[in-house]
Structures are given as C-alpha cells and as structure tokens.
C-alpha cells in the first residue's frame, strides 16, 4: 500500500540522497496523503540532496525555508490559546471603548473574526473538556461532582480545596491532542489555571505538559508565554507542532 511505498521511499533516500529516480518519486510522493513521519523524513532528505548541490548560502537559507512552508502547508501548525473568564465586550476588538487588547486587535485584523460564538459551560473544567472532545459536558462528564474523583485539593494544598471536586474526563475519551499526536504532530500544553492540571485528564494525548499550578490565582501570564517559546524552540524546523496555552490573569483583579 502507499504507507509502505512512503516508508521504502525514505529509506531509499536516506541511504541514495543523491539518486535521480529515488529524487523524482519522492517529490511526487509528496504529493499524497501519508504518516507524517515518513513525509517528513522524504522532505529532509529532498533538502539536504538540494543543499549539497548549492554553495551559495543565501540560496541555500531560501530553499531552507522553502522546504519549511511546504511542511508547513501540509500539515500546519496549531495554536490555541483560552483566556479564562475574559469577557468579550471588555476587548477593544470587539467594540469596547478602551484599548484593552492590542496584540489581539492587529490578529483580529488579518485573521477571521467570530462575532457568535458561545462555550459550553461559564467554567474552565467543562467548557475545556468541550473543546478537547467536541462532546456537550453532559456527554464528556467533566464538571462539579460532589462525588468525583478529581479533588481541588490535590493539586492545591489549600483546606478548602480539598472541598472541591469534580468529574475528571475518562481516559478513554478521545481528545484532539491525541488525533494530532497520531498525525506525527509535536503536542504541547502550557497551563494557568489549576482546573487543568492533568489530574482533571484534559492533558491527555500532550507529551509535553507544563502544569506547574498550586494556587487558586494560578501562574502569571509572562510565565505561560516563556514556556511555551522555550517549548517550540527545541522543535525541528519541519515538524508540524499543536501548542495550547491558557492564561489566567483575568480571573481575579
């Protein structure tokens, strides 16, 4: 089938880079659908047969990035970001009076704007499981629950905390950083607030998780954002990469 042809045809070009056939058929190989992994290795291995060929390094830092858009626009990178309890009318994007949100007003005026959108819940745990799993919190069954296994308390030493519990989402579900994981994606969470420690189970399917809450106020933006660039820093170039970052500065003045 076309996976095993993709997985000879890497093969091929590792130990040929240099072969016109091997050359040709990985470039219309390209073309088709296939494990993200085995396409990624025909891509390096299309760069550095180019690269050998060229002295010059500024045409060789052009196909560089060449190479890396093509990546890219195959299998593109995903960033999502959730600002908890920040009220839209309070963005100046979206009509408020003043500039409250500056970064996200010049990315409102490239990007495409939703002017109806609503979550499913008015909390962090079950509006989260939501996005993760496209499944209504009445369906994915992570919310306040008296009698659920996800104590508070356990990732806040706090008395009260230990007061707090709620339905973690079940490992079986299946959640959009695992589908990307399965695609040979790089995946990567960066969390503020303590609702989505990992022990809530709205981390699975991240390899890398940076949940580090132990307080009700959660971490600082400035924290989050320092992470997560450290974080895309140490990915290869051509890997497609799905960061998620949340941010919990507005929750309390």
Known sequence: GGMKKRAALARALALEPDNPAVLSNATVMLGTPGRTEDILTIRRGLVAASLAKNDNADQRRAQTRLYQLAAWSSSPAVVLITLDTTRVDHLSCYGYERMTSPNLD?????????????????????AHASLFTGKYPSRHGADYDPHGSAVLGDVIGLPIARQMRAGKLADGATTLAELMAERGYATGAFVAGPWLHRSFGLLQ????????????GGRPAAEITAAALGWLEGIEPERPYFLFANYFDPHAP
């Open 106 to 126: 010049a990315l409102a005026e490239r990007a495409v704007r939703f002017d109806r959108a609503w979550s499913t819940s008015s909390w962090t745990l079950p």
């Open 205 to 216: 399917g991240f390899a890398h998780k940076d949940d580090a809450v132990s307080t009700f």
